[in-house]
């Protein structure tokens, strides 16, 4: 006896259930007679008869009757379950995780984050502060969010902002007892806050460029973070210098509680994208969340 197909067997149980051709025909949206010859073919496969027909009735047969109890249930839990899958592609749900460096977090996700989530009560974010370059396939995230020059070629990446530069900046009272820097070496003088990306990694040295002429100082002082904002706070407090996106210094530049120095020496980088691995068919609430966030210009 050669399997059934699906279709043929819920082509049966509709028959069976309305015990009318007529009336499953029109809820399969088929005609009675293409119905009537995808019974008969399921019952030579089957090698038994499944319904008995006058010319005024259908009904099951004893063996229609017990294929119908055994089958039903199931069908009908597979009609739920395709269902729910359609309610998840017009409501978006799940859990989405992201792992970023908190300045990522602090300019990209939060501004966006009440708003997605308000949107789409039965998706879930989770944000892992991270300034290493973690591998989102063995860690199990759906994502991370890093410069754009830093991704690696098979991840897809989405740009999630434009291209920024690094500021040096200081408190006021910190120049008045300082000499503004005049060009990068100038900064082995002064006090920096330095930031270590990871735990056993060195000091990120601070990039420079004009000119085509490009530095890498390295800089010292007494307080190191693996957060760009905890070296943003310290500078307020007036730590030290540290050199922080633009972004991060804007607002307090612009209120004077901190000044830039050499900003014509300060590089552009390719801006924040959201990168995650190639996949056939991403989730509905991962869709909506890239949508939610990427960088419309």
Not at 8 to 13: C, G, N, S
Not at 190 to 206: K, L
Not at 241 to 265: C, I, M, N, Q, T
């Amino acid at each position: 006896m050669s399997t059934p197909r699906l279709n043929d067997l819920q082509a049966f149980l509709a028959v069976a259930r309305d015990q009318s051709f007529t009336r499953a025909a029109v809820k399969l949206g088929v005609t009675a007679s293409a119905l009537s010859h995808t019974i008969r073919g399921l019952e030579e496969k089957m090698g038994v008869r499944l319904l008995a027909r006058t010319t005024r009735n259908v009904a099951p047969t004893e063996a229609g009757e017990k294929l119908m109890n055994a089958i039903g249930p199931l069908l009908d839990q597979i009609t739920t379950e395709v269902a729910v899958l359609g309610e998840m592609r017009d409501k978006p749900a799940g859990t989405i995780r992201v792992t970023c460096s908190d300045d990522a977090a602090e300019n990209i996700i939060r501004p966006k984050l009440t708003g997605f989530l308000a949107q789409y009560p039965d998706i879930h974010v989770e944000v892992c502060i991270d300034y290493g370059f973690t591998n989102i396939v063995s860690e199990r995230f759906d994502a991370g969010i890093r410069l754009g020059e830093s991704i690696s070629k098979d991840m897809i990446a989405v740009r999630l902002g434009p291209d920024w530069r690094l500021s040096v900046v200081g408190t006021p009272e910190y120049f008045e007892k300082h000499p503004a820097p005049q060009q990068p070496q100038d900064l082995t003088q002064h006090t920096c806050i330095n930031i270590r990306h990871s735990p056993n990694g060195n000091c990120y040295a601070w990039e420079f460029e004009k000119d085509g002429r490009k530095l890498n100082t390295r800089v010292s002082g007494q307080f190191t973070s693996n957060s760009m904002i905890h070296v943003l706070n310290a500078a307020l407090d007036g730590v030290g210098l540290a050199y922080v996106p633009d972004f991060l210094a804007e607002p307090h530049l612009a209120s004077g509680r901190l000044k830039e120095v050499l900003a014509d020496w300060s590089p552009y980088f390719e801006g924040f994208h959201l990168y995650y691995p190639n996949r056939r068919q991403a989730s509905p609430a991962f869709t909506a969340f890239v949508d939610a966030i990427r960088y419309r210009g």
